[in-house]
């Protein structure tokens, strides 16, 4: 099954590469593709409980879904998750 999630705070590869990196990890997880452009973070899941997964990883990594609550520390959380991500890059 396949999902794409518009998503707060995404700025650039630095964000991206740290998604992809980070929901690849878990098991029936694949196929993550983030566009910048469109603010969205698609991925291929075998089960339902994983959407809650993936939804719960981003808004950690500071990249909650378009609706959800993205206060200050969500914001700063980006930050954090964006450098770490252009460093891994």
Request: proline share 2%; hydrophobic share 35%; net charge negative.
């Amino acid at each position: 099954m396949e999902n794409t999630f518009q998503i707060q705070n995404l700025k650039c590869g630095g964000c991206a590469h740290t998604i992809i990196t980070r929901l690849e990890e878990f098991q029936g997880i694949s196929n993550v593709i983030v566009d910048n452009d469109a603010h969205s973070v698609g991925f291929s899941y075998t089960e339902t409980k994983e959407l809650e997964l993936v939804k719960t990883l981003l808004s950690t990594l500071g990249y909650p879904v378009e609706g959800e609550s993205n206060p200050l520390t969500k914001k700063a959380k980006s930050f954090v998750s964006c450098a770490v991500g252009r460093l891994n890059n």
